[in-house]
């Protein structure tokens, strides 16, 4: 099973196991991890599923992706990726910060 943990922006570290083939946004959301919101209503400027990838691979962010980072409203880094494009294989295992601001 997939392992995911989540720095929250207080800085408490939470560890997550979920399904393989989900995303790391659909393990926030089920599991009440604070400051990862499912309601992005699908436009190239949600952001509500932003973090920071800190250790682990999560492959590379796709173009439309790339676009949605960029319409941020908080502080986009070079580790910048959106939790709902996160796909979790079987044997991932992946750190993620989330920012105080999302949006």
Do not use: K, W
């Not at 083939?21 to 209503?41: H, N």
């Not at 992706?65 to 294989?89: F, H, K, T």
């Amino acid at each position: 099973m997939p392992n995911v943990t989540f720095i929250l922006a207080d800085g408490r570290a939470v560890t997550v196991q979920a399904e393989a083939g989900s995303t790391a946004m659909l393990a926030a959301v089920t599991r009440s991890i604070p400051g990862i919101d499912a309601e992005c209503g699908g436009s190239l400027a949600c952001g509500t599923c932003h973090v920071y990838r800190l250790t682990g691979d999560c492959g590379e962010p796709s173009t439309a992706e790339c676009e949605m980072l960029d319409a941020l409203a908080g502080e986009r880094r070079p580790n910048s990726r959106l939790s709902c494009q996160i796909r979790l294989d079987a044997d991932t295992e992946v750190t993620l910060a989330i920012p105080a601001v999302q949006g």
